[in-house]
């Protein structure tokens, strides 16, 4: 189950907003500042970077072919690639 992102109505962000400008603790950082710490920000865990060399797409396969290649574990979609690359490879 997916949770539900709730947006503050625009009001509720001008509140907020206004609220976090007048405190003294929450200074805004200036465009210099937030270039340095974009300079020093290292990429932590998750996802890594991909190739540029794949295009995303929708295909429409047997749910018995996604399943067999999602028991395989991790990695299954790079598998599914390297089996179709093999077969277009001929």
Known sequence: MSKKL???T???DLLITAAASNDADNVPLTDDEWNRVRATVK?????PMGSGTKAQ???RLDVEV???LRA???GWQTRANDILRK???R
């Open 66 to 68: 996604i399943e067999a």
């Open 87 to 89: 077969g277009v490879h």
């Open 6 to 8: 709730i947006r503050p």
């Open 72 to 74: 395989t574990g991790t």
């Open 43 to 47: 990429r932590g865990p998750g996802r």
């Open 57 to 59: 797409v929708t295909l």
């Open 10 to 12: 625009d009001e509720e």
